[in-house]
Nanobody, 123 residues
Framework: QVQLVESGGGLVQAGGSLRLSCAASGRSFAYSAMGWFRRAPGKDREFVAAIRWSGGDPFYADSAKGRFVIARDIAKNTGYLQMNSLKSEDTAVYYC????????????????WGRGTQVTVSS
């Protein structure tokens, strides 16, 4: 099993920034990709960003491109999502996920999920 714990969510004004963290523990060999997804009120969970643990180019949803940056620290077994220029439409519960990443941008690519962290952007 892999355990994922998100942190860093909160309330921020539009235009502000937040950095989410995802600490992974357990079977580190059981996944090769880490992703971030979010679920806004009344909407389905959607892809935000993903990165392969071995490196390579990250992937972003169109809504995140140019504003969000995903990163991982292998030594700390931790992933990050730096969110800049936040908008009210970014308000959602953000989930960290780990898996084989097939597909990298889809829910089916991930077997392990955190409980989520709330991000609220006030306008």
């Amino acid at each position: 099993q892999v355990q994922l714990v998100e942190s860093g969510g909160g309330l921020v004004q539009a235009g502000g920034s937040l950095r989410l963290s995802c600490a992974a523990s357990g079977r580190s060999f059981a996944y090769s990709a880490m992703g971030w997804f979010r679920r806004a009120p009344g909407k389905d969970r959607e892809f935000v960003a993903a990165i392969r643990w071995s490196g390579g180019d990250p992937f972003y949803a169109d809504s995140a491109k140019g504003r969000f940056v995903i990163a991982r620290d292998i030594a700390k077994n931790t992933g990050y999502l730096q969110m800049n220029s936040l908008k009210s439409e970014d308000t959602a519960v953000y989930y960290c996920a780990a898996g084989w990443g097939v597909p990298l941008t889809g829910l089916a690519g991930y077997d392990y999920w955190g409980r989520g962290t709330q991000v609220t952007v006030s306008s």
